[in-house]
C-alpha cells in the first residue's frame, strides 16, 4: 500500500469536494493514484460534488457555540451568499459549531463526527454539494477555553441567533463573577470584531510584521534628513502608533472611544474585586484570506453565449 499522506487527502478534497474519510479511501483503494482516486470517488456517485470542487467558495457562515467555560468557532463556506441564508446551509452550520465545541476545535475529528442519522458531517456536507448544486467546505474550527473565569462570544452581521459574518471569542481569566466577566467579555468581543487587531501584546505580533514595519517606518522616517539619532526617537513614536493600531491591549476602546482595553481590564478588576486579564481570543470572517477570482459580469455572460 501506497504511503498515503494528509497533504494527498486534502488535495483530492480540494478537487473532488468529497469527505476527508472518503478521500482517504479512495487513495488507499487505488494506491494514491490521484486520477483513480477521482474516478473511484465518481464511481461512489459523488460525481457531482466533484464538478463543483473547482469553484471558489469565499461565502458563507461563521458558527458560534459557548458552553460552560469554553467557546467554538467554525467557518462553512459556499460558492455564494444566496446559499449562506438557506436554512439548510445554516443549520449545518450551527450545529457543526456545537460539534466544534465538542471536538475542542479539531477539524479532523469534527468532520467524522456523526451529525445527521448514521452520517459524518463530511459525508452530510458532500450532500449538501450534490442536493444544492455549490461547492462547499468546512474550512477551519477553533476551540477556546478558560480554567477560571468566562468565555464569551459576539456575532456580526448574524443571520440567525449565533450565526454571521463575523464570529469572535474572548477568554477571560478572573476569580469575578461569572456574569459581569460575560458582559464585559461580550462587549470587548464587539470591539475585535470591529477592531480586528493583530495580536493581544507587541510581543505576540510575530517577528516579521514587527521587522517589516520598522523598515518601513525606518525608511519614511530618514526621508526628514535628521540625524539618526532624531530618527531613532521619531521610530519611538512611529511604532508606538503601530501598536495601538495593531495591538488589542493598546487599542482604543471602541465602546467609548478614549480608553485602552488595558485600561478597560484593571478598572474592570477594580470593579469587580478581581484582577481581570484576556487570557486569548479568536476572530474568524468569511472568505479572509481566500483569493476570490474578480470577473466581469458581461464577459461571463459573453462566454456563456459561446461569444
Known amino acids: 500500500m501506497s504511503n498515503i499522506t494528509a497533504a494527498m487527502v486534502k488535495d483530492l478534497r480540494d478537487k473532488t ?3 476527508m474519510m472518503d478521500c482517504k479511501a479512495a487513495l488507499n483503494e487505488n494506491a494514491g493514484d490521484m486520477e483513480a482516486a477521482i474516478d473511484w470517488l465518481r464511481k461512489k456517485g459523488l460525481s457531482k460534488a466533484a464538478k463543483k470542487a473547482g469553484r471558489v467558495a469565499a461565502e458563507g457562515l461563521i458558527g458560534v ?3 460552560g467555560d469554553a467557546g467554538a468557532l467554525v467557518e462553512v463556506n459556499a460558492e455564494t451568499d444566496f446559499v449562506a441564508r ?21 477539524l479532523d475529528r469534527l468532520l467524522k463526527k456523526t451529525i445527521e442519522g448514521s452520517r459524518s458531517v463530511s459525508e452530510t456536507l458532500t450532500e449538501m454539494v450534490a442536493k444544492i448544486g455549490e461547492n462547499m467546505s468546512v474550512r477551519r474550527a477553533v476551540m477556546l477555553g478558560v480554567s477560571e473565569g468566562a468565555v464569551a462570544s459576539y456575532v456580526h452581521n448574524a443571520a440567525s441567533p449565533e450565526l454571521g459574518k463575523i464570529g469572535v471569542l474572548v477568554a477571560l481569566k478572573s476569580k469575578a463573577d461569572k456574569a459581569k466577566l460575560a458582559a464585559l467579555g461580550k462587549q470587548i468581543a464587539m470591539h ?3 477592531a480586528a487587531p493583530l495580536a493581544l501584546t507587541p510581543e505576540h505580533l510575530p517577528a516579521e510584521v514587527v521587522a517589516r514595519e520598522r523598515t518601513v517606518q ?5 526621508q526628514s534628513g535628521k540625524p539618526e539619532s532624531v530618527v531613532e526617537k521619531m521610530m519611538e513614536g512611529r511604532m508606538r502608533k503601530f501598536y495601538q493600531e495593531t495591538v488589542l491591549l493598546h487599542q482604543t476602546f471602541v465602546i467609548d ?3 485602552s482595553i488595558a485600561k478597560v481590564l484593571e478598572k474592570a478588576g477594580k470593579d469587580f474585586g478581581a484582577p481581570v486579564e484576556i487570557e486569548g481570543y479568536v476572530r474568524f470572517q ?4 481566500i483569493e476570490k477570482a474578480e470577473s466581469d459580469f458581461a464577459d461571463e455572460v459573453n462566454k456563456m453565449a459561446g461569444n
Open 218 to 222: 525606518a525608511d519614511i522616517a530618514r
Open 65 to 67: 457555540a459557548v458552553g
Open 257 to 259: 472611544g478614549e480608553t
Open 17 to 19: 469536494g468529497a469527505g
Open 286 to 289: 468569511v472568505g479572509e484570506g
Open 192 to 194: 475585535i470584531a470591529a
Open 86 to 106: 438557506n436554512e439548510q446551509f445554516k443549520d449545518f452550520v450551527a450545529r457543526t459549531a456545537k460539534i466544534a465545541l465538542e471536538e475542542a476545535g479539531d
